[in-house]
């Protein structure tokens, strides 16, 4: 099992759904420090629900005042029209869902 972490999103034109993101494999499976292999790359939706699917583990990342601090655990979720999209696991953790990463 591998390790993502998202760092940044891109919206579709509603502006509600995730259409992109930013993310990169953690080095090593290493979670503290949270780096990344290579430099963060640009992935669709169906990219990352793929990698869940495989088993995979993806978590946002933010970088806070006092360092980077993890969210809960990336899913896919399905909208009322049946598309596809992503979410956090958990919304117990105010500030840190996809909708508060950076945008690009």
Known sequence: MALFFIEAVRFDGSGQRVAKV???KSKGGQVMPPAMVDDPQEADV????DTIANGDEVLPKFHGENGIILGPKVVGIYYEDGASGLSTAS???PG???????SF
């Open 22 to 24: 930013r993310w990169g």
């Open 46 to 49: 169906q990219t990352v629900l």
């Open 96 to 102: 840190h869902s996809l909708n508060d990463l950076p």
């Open 91 to 93: 919304d117990d953790t």
